[in-house]
């Protein structure tokens, strides 16, 4: 999904366009619960015999996601701001 935002050209500008990261993610996690429901019910036996609800797994998986990417692109946009000023 990162490679959304940054092709977007967003990046190079020196901001994040908010509304296409979120949607982006929005559809990677809306495509990951239609391909469970749809394909995949019998591969969680683990999770399921573990007490662990699917749409638990699912949100929690969104949240990590999302924690990454805002996490790498908070790093890459300091790194680029110092990058910006230390070139001399």
């Known amino acids: 999904m990162l490679i959304v935002v940054f092709n977007a050209g967003t990046i190079n500008f020196g901001a994040i366009n908010a509304g296409t990261f979120l949607f982006s993610k929005i559809i990677g996690l809306i495509s990951a619960v239609i391909l469970h429901y749809f394909s995949a019910k019998e591969n969680y036996f683990y999770f399921r015999n573990a007490?662990?609800?699917?749409?638990?797994?699912?949100?929690?998986?969104?949240?990590?996601?999302?924690?990454?990417?805002?996490?790498?692109?908070?790093?890459?946009?300091?790194?680029?701001?110092?990058?910006?000023?230390?070139?001399?």
């Open 51 to 88: 007490g662990y609800a699917m749409w638990r797994i699912f949100v929690n998986a969104f949240v990590i996601d999302l924690s990454i990417c805002i996490l790498l692109i908070t790093l890459s946009q300091l790194i680029l701001h110092a990058a910006t000023y230390f070139k001399g």
